[in-house]
């Protein structure tokens, strides 16, 4: 005979967390990488990573989704790691640098910010063909915060913003 959550067409409706907090913190240590990075590659919010990793108002998280088990669970260590290595073109990179310096963020805020070396932003600004996967998830990561920081603060991007990071 078929469970409560089996008839009520919620069987998998949610998974225990615990593995999967294992795995963000594997994933984390295997790459050197933030929770905010690990969610940006996984395709899930920064803020259901970091409840899933500390919880939330003191008690761990019990459940997640099994989309978001599943986006977990589909990264290896491997290509973590391999996200310095990645070379992809700089473009979107830029744009979300722009979008930055835009905000008022100077180059070596957001060095410190997205974990590298100033000298590889400015090269990167000054035309840089290409850049590691790692920089354009940090850079597009940083430029998310920001902008939802806007957004708490009542502050929306200007459209004179938005043609000057589009120009």
């Not at 989309?67 to 973590?80: F, G, M, N």
């Not at 600004?125 to 590691?132: L, V």
């Amino acid at each position: 005979m078929a469970g409560l959550a089996e008839r009520e067409g919620l069987a998998g409706a949610w998974v225990d967390a615990r593995p999967f907090r294992a795995q963000l913190r594997y994933l984390m240590a295997s790459g050197s990488l933030s929770v905010a990075d690990v969610a940006a590659v996984a395709g899930i919010s920064p803020r259901l990573a970091d409840r899933l990793l500390n919880g939330r108002d003191g008690r761990p998280l019990r459940r997640i989704s099994p989309d978001t088990a599943r986006r977990l669970i589909q990264i290896s260590d491997q290509q973590v790691r391999a996200l310095r290595r990645i070379m992809v073109p700089a473009a979107p990179a830029r744009l979300q640098l722009q979008r930055l310096r835009c905000a008022g963020w100077d180059d070596l805020l957001i060095a410190e910010r997205v974990h590298v070396a100033a000298p590889e932003l400015v090269e990167l600004a000054a035309g840089a063909d290409t850049c590691s996967l790692l920089l354009t998830i940090r850079l597009t990561v940083a430029a998310r915060t920001e902008d939802s920081d806007r957004c708490r603060r009542g502050a929306a991007w200007l459209p004179d913003e938005v043609t000057r990071i589009a120009g």
